[in-house]
């Protein structure tokens, strides 16, 4: 259920009942935030640098697309792009950089979006552009229950792996991480 069904259910019942009801949900806009890959690179510049997260970009239609692809093809082997308010893998599209090779940027904007087509995306941008960077050593997502102020700090609950498969990297369940202390 997205997170703006729980609220409006959250106020049906409120109005149908009279009862004060709270959603233990993030508010909508915060959800859509929060899950835009564009944003969130952005953010993580603003914060920590472009040094924190591999090479993101923005394209706004499919020859900027085109474009991002032929230039990081260059110097990375794989490279995704990236529906960016997808869910967890449903978005992504890892591609191989050697299959580029020596493509024009229209051979390759005609690739791209015969994919995109494929895959039912569609003609909608902005896409996000960046690095797959392989092999990784995880894919951390941490559980925290933030109460309101009042009541004290926020909790760590756990944190937890990533399953995921495939080359496009679907995220298929999770389990207790096992970092290295380091």
Known sequence: VCSSDRWQLARKIADMSGAAVRVASPHPRLARRVNDKLWFSYRVNELLGRQ??????TAFGPIALAGHLKRLARDHDRIVVKVPNSAGSEGNLVLQA????GLSLNEIKARLTAMMTDLGWGPTYPMAISVWESPLIDSPSVQVWVPHREEGSPV??????????GEAGEFVGAVPCNLPVD
């Open 52 to 57: 924190a997260m591999p090479s993101t970009f």
């Open 98 to 101: 050697t299959d580029y090779e």
């Open 156 to 165: 760590i609950q756990g944190i937890f792996s990533q399953v995921v498969a």
